[in-house]
């Protein structure tokens, strides 16, 4: 009877921090996403800027480094612009996790990407000797509500890891 008592407070413990990294990361979701759309905004209007500078450059001039400069500059924005694309994703992926839509509509989803996103959240709570592989067909789709699929299956895993001390 003490090990179950034991268990089950072990588990109501882990439902509690992920209730409360639920809450956290609604709050981080909020705080960031505002400035990282404004950001994206003004990296498109500096690609913009950019490209009429291109045009506005001699066209004879546009070799050696004043054609390098503007390449680097494409580069350059490019790259902001991917990396302000992963924070969104990441803030979608978290704020995905935590939402609670129980209107949200069945959708059809990979189940490896449902999964790769529940380890990426589980992993977290595995001793580092802990070697977690993935090995999931991408091609496997189910219907669902991805949010509160990726919930179940982040608590599996998290009850499994658990288990496993």
């Known amino acids: ?5 034991v268990s089950l407070q072990r588990r109501l413990a882990v439902s509690a921090r992920l209730a409360a ?8 979701s909020r705080s960031i996403n505002e ?21 506005i450059v001699d066209p004879t001039k546009r070799g050696g480094e004043c054609g390098e400069a503007i ?28 939402s ?3 209107h949200e509509n069945f959708a059809q989803q990979s189940l490896a990407q449902i999964v790769s996103r529940a380890l990426r959240i589980a992993r977290v709570q595995a001793p580092a000797w802990l070697e977690i ?8 789709r189910i219907d669902c509500h991805t949010a509160e699929i ?16």
């Open 71 to 98: 390449e680097e500059g494409f580069e350059l924005i490019g790259e902001c612009v991917e990396g302000v694309d992963r924070i969104f994703s990441i803030v979608r992926e978290i704020s995905g996790f935590t």
């Open 21 to 28: 990294v639920g809450d956290l990361s609604k709050s981080i």
């Open 1 to 5: 009877m003490l090990f179950r008592s």
């Open 100 to 102: 609670e839509c129980p």
């Open 133 to 140: 592989e993935e090995r999931l067909d991408p091609d496997i």
């Open 150 to 165: 990726e919930r179940v299956v982040t608590n599996l895993l998290v009850n499994a890891i658990q288990a496993l001390e």
């Open 35 to 55: 400035p990282i759309g404004r950001t994206r905004k003004e990296l498109e209007g500096l690609s913009v800027d950019w490209q009429r500078i291109e045009q």
